[in-house]
């Protein structure tokens, strides 16, 4: 028997190596090159392979490079809540009203946008979003407006409204899968109990489809925090994120090792802050829990919520006036570690799946 599970294991390593080693060559590498180039620094035309963490105090401390990476945040995290809470009702209708003959079709619309190349669907919000676009000008001609909006294009709006028409295919697919997956007998089991429809959705239907959830947070934060092109055509200076800065240390600047700097700090800032986020959505469910939900549960799970957000906004306003630039962020950063950590290890997962 030993035998025989070590020869399949010898047979499962044979058959996984090439995928291992592709994986290495195409993910590992690159990222460990990155790394590599943050610890160096560029003198003129030539880079000093000294190892140095001047790049990181330049980059922690430079209120330029703090305020990008906080708006990049920022914007990810606007344009994740409004394309899940938009694609919700989407995939919700085609996985409860659209006849199963029907759902095929339905998916495969969802889908054209990608049939355009993402170029042209940036250039056209750019029309549609001018100052003498559509939009605007049918806002002028009902007279809800006098004169065209100047705040839709070349800010922080427009990547917001861009980014989340590009990414709803990519929210709406995995909630349909989490929904398509409801046994719905449960729901009928709900109703039986005396539930109505609405607290039906939220004590059955939403936290069995809280994985399709989770999967469309991370499927649209995580890219967008990175997204370069579309804050380049029509962020305008207002919508300017990290990805801009680090093409321009790189290509403008030739200065490789700060944009591989910033590039890990992104990468850092992104892990740190999911993390933080969903397992504190985990906390917040488990308070309301322990106090049998409803609207207490809701308030107590509010309460911690403002707690938890505000210690963070009050260290991020006042924290560099005791603890400078970087002591500032390195405390958010480990509140927002530990904190995170503390909750993965000591509360398990709720009814909610995260």
């Known amino acids: 028997m030993g035998q025989g599970l070590t020869r399949e294991a010898r047979q499962g390593l044979i058959t996984l190596s090439p995928a291992l ?38 980059a922690l401390t430079d209120p330029l490079y703090r305020a990008l990476m906080m708006r990049s945040l920022r914007i990810s995290a606007s344009v994740t809540a409004v394309t899940v809470i938009l694609a919700f009702p989407i995939a919700y209708y085609i996985s409860f009203y659209v006849r199963p003959e029907k759902k095929a079709l339905w998916l495969f619309l969802i889908t054209i946008p990608f049939w355009t190349s993402y170029l042209i669907r940036i250039f056209l919000w750019r029309v549609i979003l001018a100052y003498d676009g559509p939009i605007n000008g049918t806002l002028v001609e009902l007279g809800l407006i006098e004169e065209p909006l100047p705040w839709i294009l070349y800010n922080a ?20 899968v989490s929904l398509e997956k409801i046994d719905r007998n449960l729901l009928e089991a709900a109703k039986d109990l005396g539930e109505g429809a609405v607290m039906t959705f939220f ?37 300017t994120m ?46 309301s829990d322990r106090v049998g939900g409803g609207a207490a549960g809701l308030a107590l799970a ?42 993965a290890v000591f509360l398990p997962k709720g009814r909610w799946g995260i």
């Open 302 to 343: 509010g309460v911690a919520a403002v707690v938890d957000i505000g210690v963070l906004w009050g260290l991020w306003h006042y924290g560099e006036a005791w603890l400078g630039p970087a002591g500032t962020l390195g405390a958010m950063a480990a509140i927002m570690a530990g904190g995170a950590v503390a909750i």
């Open 242 to 287: 990290i990805a801009n800065m680090i093409y321009v240390q790189i290509f403008d600047l030739s200065n490789r090792p700060m944009g591989a700097t910033l590039a890990v700090v992104a990468m850092l800032s992104v892990t740190i802050t999911l993390a933080w986020a969903i397992l504190h959505v985990r906390f917040w469910v488990h308070l």
């Open 203 to 239: 004590r059955v239907t939403l936290p069995l489809a809280m994985p399709g959830v989770l999967a469309a947070v991370l499927i649209v934060f995580i890219p967008t925090v990175g997204d370069y092109v579309t804050p380049r055509l029509v962020g305008g200076s207002g919508g």
């Open 21 to 58: 080693v592709f994986a290495i060559l195409l993910l590992a590498v690159p990222l460990l090159t990155i790394i590599l180039f943050s610890f160096w620094t560029q003198n003129f035309l030539e880079i000093d392979r000294t190892l140095t963490l001047e790049n990181y105090r330049e």
């Open 157 to 176: 709006n427009a990547v917001v409204i861009t980014l989340a028409h590009a990414f709803a295919p990519f929210a709406i697919l995995p909630i349909f």
